[in-house]
Nanobody, 124 residues
Framework: QVQLVESGGGLVQAGGSLRLSCAAS????????MGWFRQAPGKEREFVAA????????RYADSVKGRFTISRDNAKNTVYLQMNSLKPEDTAVYYC?????????????????WGKGTLVTVSS
């Protein structure tokens, strides 16, 4: 079992930055690839970014590429999402997710564990 708790969401103006954190508890965090997903009101949950457990590979949705950066600290059992140049369309609940193994998956159904989410609101 892996428990995930997100933090760092809030209200920010367009063009601003936020850093989300996801603290993981449970065994063998370092054996899980980690991802961030988001769900805007009335829309389906979508992939944002992911990182392998060995930190040798990352992947981003086209909509956030060049603005968001995913990272992780296996010693602290934490994964981060640095979000810069935020846009109103980035407004959503952001979820942290874990998948056992090395490979990155972008499908919601492929993830093994989920956090409860943190709300990010970007005002124009």
């Amino acid at each position: 079992q892996v428990q995930l708790v997100e933090s760092g969401g809030g209200l920010v103006q367009a063009g601003g930055s936020l850093r989300l954190s996801c603290a993981a508890s449970g065994r063998t965090f370092s054996r899980y690839s980690m991802g961030w997903f988001r769900q805007a009101p009335g829309k389906e949950r979508e992939f944002v970014a992911a990182i392998t457990y060995s930190v040798d590979s990352t992947r981003y949705a086209d909509s956030v590429k060049g603005r968001f950066t995913i990272s992780r600290d296996n010693a602290k059992n934490t994964v981060y999402l640095q979000m810069n140049s935020l846009k109103p369309e980035d407004t959503a609940v952001y979820y942290c997710a874990a998948r056992f193994g090395q490979s990155i998956k972008v499908e919601v159904y492929a993830m093994d564990y989920w956090g409860k989410g943190t709300l990010v609101t970007v005002s124009s």
